[in-house]
């Protein structure tokens, strides 16, 4: 069972910058690819970024591209988003998503994803 705790959710206005954390434990990090997903008020949970397991591969939505990056430290088992020049529409809950695989894919939508924390919340005042 893994388990994984976000953080570093805030309030911050237009254009600033905020970096999340997801600190898992409880699995062998290495063989998980991660994600980032958020959830604004009244819409559905969507996919931010994503990185495969080794850290080869990343997947950005159209709206992360260019100001969000995804990283990941399979030492520290920890993987982050750095959010820069952040928009209101940013605003939501930021799930870390954790899925077991066997090699460098990504994970590109929430169904059949093994794990989430429980998320932190960004607000982007304007």
């Known amino acids: 069972q893994v388990q994984l705790v976000e953080s570093g959710g805030g309030l911050v206005q237009f254009g600033g910058s905020l970096r999340l954390s997801c600190a898992a434990s409880g699995g062998t990090f290495s063989t998980y690819a991660m994600g980032w997903f958020r959830q604004a008020p009244g819409k559905e949970r969507e996919i931010v970024a994503s990185l495969s397991r080794r850290g080869g591969r990343q997947y950005y939505a159209e709206s992360a591209k260019g100001r969000f990056a995804i990283s990941r430290d399979n030492v520290k088992n920890t993987v982050y988003l750095q959010m820069n020049s952040l928009k209101p529409e940013d605003t939501g809950v930021y799930y870390c998503?954790?899925?077991?695989?066997?090699?460098?894919?990504?994970?590109?939508?929430?169904?059949?994803?093994?794990?989430w924390g429980k998320g932190t919340l960004v607000t982007v005042s304007s």
């Open positions: 998503a954790a899925d077991s695989r066997w090699d460098e894919s990504l994970i590109t939508i929430g169904n059949g994803v093994d794990y």
